[in-house]
């Protein structure tokens, strides 16, 4: 099956730093990626829909200026969280659109990135 | 109004044993897709099975069934013979406007629990 990786699986830093996280389709090519968020014992929340080559699309409440998403390749986006908080502390999760796979089967998750602002 | 619920926070379930769990959805598109993703402690989304609106018999795969009642709006996940690694958040998702030129996205719920008793 297809799949994805992120980096890095866990990172902690400092309040006000900005922090960038990449997500990599690793055996197919990906027009679209999604970015989500998850809260402790909370469900995924969409916040962006990357496209390659052009400016992502925010969910509204989320803060563009503050998560720039880049999609520059087929195979890569990434999320930089820019002057982080402590309550942008989370579990950041990216999916990529298979576009050569059938409807079952053509979204596929990174495993996720854990961020810790102190 | 949410658009996938999923009214069990946790369930238990002895070992061997199958466990239903249940997700209901909303939506007025005739063409969507239904998902179950499972999550381990370590984060990662493991997809499960997948139900097409229009698919004429109930998925399964391996141990996992899709109950779909698409009249009552249900599509209740069945894991027969329950096993400890089983234990995990549980996640149903949707995809509207399968036919057109939709984003992609998938709506998930909140999640269930599954804790699987020795």
């Known amino acids: 099956g297809a799949v994805v990786s992120q980096h890095p699986s866990w990172v902690i830093c400092k309040s006000g730093t900005s922090v960038k996280i990449e997500c990599r389709s690793l055996?197919?090519?990906?027009?679209?990626m999604f970015w989500y968020r998850q809260f402790p014992k909370q469900s995924l929340m969409l916040m962006a829909t990357s496209n390659e080559g052009s400016k992502a699309t925010y969910e509204q409440g989320v803060e563009k200026d503050k998560f720039l998403i880049n999609h520059a390749s087929l195979t890569l986006s990434t999320l930089t969280v820019t002057s982080a908080h402590p309550e942008d502390s989370s579990f950041y999760i990216c999916?990529?659109?298979?576009?050569?796979?059938?409807?079952?089967?053509?979204?596929?998750f990174g495993p996720g990135t854990r961020l810790t602002v102190l | 109004a949410q658009k996938i619920t999923q009214t069990q926070p946790g369930m238990f379930v002895q070992e061997k044993e199958a466990v239903t769990l249940d997700c209901t959805y909303d939506t007025s598109d005739p063409s969507y897709g239904l998902f179950w993703y499972k999550q381990p402690s370590s984060g990662e989304m493991i997809f499960l099975i997948y139900q097409g609106s229009y698919d004429q018999q109930n998925a399964t795969e391996g141990r996992y069934s899709l109950n779909f009642q698409k009249a009552r709006k249900s599509a209740n996940l069945v894991i027969s013979a329950s096993q400890l690694g089983d234990s995990a958040m549980y996640f149903c998702a949707m995809r509207e406007s399968l036919s057109g030129a939709g984003s992609y996205q998938l709506t998930f719920g909140k999640g269930t629990k599954l804790s699987v008793i020795p």
């Open positions: 055996d197919f090519q990906a027009t679209t």
């Open positions: 999916s990529a659109r298979n576009t050569a796979g059938r409807m079952y089967n053509e979204q596929f």
